[in-house]
């Protein structure tokens, strides 16, 4: 069973910097790539970024400038570095692969940028 566990969350206020983490369980995770997603309140689940097996990345247009993202192998686990936070940034924030399986959605970790 394949199991993701975001963290690294937390409250924030705008212009501040965040890094969530996502654990990834098995020896699966170097063969595939990787995305965050986020979900703000009453909003769908939107696309933030994409890491491959390479390393290379892409982003929401958007989030180009503020965000990164990057993976270690060895640790299997996939990182976002957030900066300059703003109050629209405000989400539950979720790790998947790419295509994303909807068994594999964790509990997310929640990110809340204040005005």
């Known amino acids: 069973q394949v199991q993701l566990v975001e963290s690294g969350g937390g409250l924030v206020q705008a212009g501040g910097s965040l890094r969530l983490s996502c654990a990834a369980s098995g020896s699966w995770f170097r063969f595939k790539t990787m995305a965050w997603y986020r979900q703000a309140p009453g909003k769908q689940r939107d696309w933030v970024a994409t890491?491959?097996?390479?390393?290379?990345?892409d982003y929401a247009e958007s989030l180009k400038g503020r965000f990164t993202i990057s993976r270690d192998n060895a640790k299997n686990t996939v990182y976002l570095q957030m900066n300059a936070l703003k109050p629209e940034d405000t989400a539950v924030y979720y790790c998947?692969?790419?295509?994303?399986?909807?068994?594999?959605w964790g509990q997310g970790t929640q990110v809340t940028v204040s005005s």
């Open positions: 998947n692969t790419v295509p994303h399986v909807p068994r594999y």
């Open positions: 890491v491959t097996l390479g390393g290379t990345t």
